[in-house]
C-alpha cells in the first residue's frame, strides 16, 4: 500500500502551472539560443528551453478553419482538450460551450489564477476562462469573468473593465489593483490586477521591469495558499505581438522575460515537488528565420545594441530635428545612406511606416528573415518538468496536452 500511494504521490500533482508562448515556434526558441550564447565561450550554451525539451505538438484547428491556427482555436484546444474553430473561446463548431482546464480544477477544489502580458480577455487567459463564439467579443469576455470565480487574474485590459464591473468583482470579494507597486499589498485571494490600459509594455523598453515574472511569482505566492493545490496559466502573450510584427529585437526581449518566468516557475518546482509545469506555444508567428537572404548567417549581437522597440525608436524620431543621431544612437549602430534616405523616406509617412523601415534595416543587420504578418502551421514544443511530465514526451497534438493535464487532476467528488 505504501508503495501504491507513493506512486500516485509521485504521478499525480498537486499543483499544474500551464505556460504558453503566444507564437513561439521553434525558430524563436533557436534564435534565443543563440541571442543569448556568451561569445567569450567556445560552446553554445544550453537554454531553459533546451533543458526543458520534452516533445512537440501539432496545433491545426478545426477542419472548417484549416491548418493554421489562430491564438483562440490553439487555447481552446489546450483548456478544453477539444478543436474549434479560429476565433472560438471554449466553444465547439456548433458553439456549444467547453468545459475548460480552470473550471474542471475549480469544480474539483483547486484555486486558479492566469498571469499574462497582453490584456486578461485576449484570445489565450480568455479560452481558459470563459466561453464566447468569437475572441472580438472583448467587453462580454471580461463581463463574464465575474462568474468564473478565479482567484487571480493578472494583467493589462482596463479599458473593458467598466467602473461597473470592478464594483461588481469587489463586492464579490476581488481586490482591484492597477500599479505594480500594489502588489505587495495583496497577501490573499482573490486579486484582479489591470496594470495596463490594453496589453503590458514591452519588455525591450522596460528591460528591468520583469512585469511578467513578477506578476507569476504573486500568483503562486497567493495561489499556492489553497490546501488543495491550484491550475495556473502563465502567458507569455507580446511574443507573438512583435511576430505580428516582423520585430526581432522586440520579441527577442519578450521572449527572455518568458524565459525567466519559467525559470520562475522551475524554481517553485523545484521547491514544491508536487508541482507539474507544461510549457508550450500555440503556434509559430511570423514565419521566423534564423538567417536569411542566401547567406549562411545570424547575428543577434546586433540585438543587444538595439536599446528601444522600433515603435519607440520611430515615436522620438519623428518628434526630433535630430532624428538620425537618435536613430543611431537607440539601434546602438549607423544605418548608411542609403538606408538614411529610406528613413528620411518613411518618416513622412509617419510612426509606423518609420518603426516597420527600422524594423527591416534590423533584419538586414542580424540577417533575420521573415515569411509572414500571420500565423504558420509548423508543430509547437513541448517542454514539462515535475510529476506527470513523462506523459508530454514525443509528438502529440495540442488537444491531447489538455486531456493529458485532464487525467492528473484530482477526481471528481
Ligand atoms: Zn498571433
Known sequence: MAQKSANISQSQPRNIIIMVGDGMGPAYTSAYRYYKNNPETEEVEQTVFDRLLVGMASTYPAKESGYVTDSAASATALSTGVKSYNGAISVDVNKRKLTTLLEKAKSAGLATGVAVSSQVNHATPAAFLSHNESRKNYVEIAQSYLNTDADVILGGGQRYFSPELISQFTAKGYQHITEFEQLDSVTTPKVLGLFADVQ????????????LSTLTKKALSLLNQNPNGFVLLVEGSLIDWAGHSNDIATAMAELDEFAHTIEVV??????????????????????LSVGANDEYAWNPEVLHRVKASPEA???????????????????????????????????????KTLAIALRKIIDTYSNTGWTTLGHTGEDVQVFATG???KLFSGHQDNTDIANKIFSLLPKNQ
Do not use: C, Y
Not at 503590458?200 to 520583469?210: E, F, R, Y
Not at 522551475?266 to 514565419?287: I, S
Not at 519623428?318 to 536613430?327: D, L, T
Open 200 to 211: 503590458l509594455p514591452w519588455v525591450i523598453d522596460n528591460p528591468d521591469a520583469k512585469h
Open 266 to 287: 522551475e524554481q517553485f518546482v523545484r521547491q514544491h515537488k508536487d508541482t507539474l509545469m507544461v510549457v508550450t506555444a500555440d503556434h509559430n508567428t511570423g514565419g
Open 313 to 351: 525608436i520611430a515615436a522620438q524620431a519623428i518628434a526630433s530635428e535630430e532624428w538620425q543621431k537618435i536613430v543611431t544612437d537607440l539601434l546602438g549602430f549607423e544605418p548608411n545612406i542609403q538606408q538614411f534616405s529610406q528613413l528620411t523616406n518613411a518618416r513622412m509617412q509617419g510612426n
Open 387 to 389: 510529476p506527470g511530465a
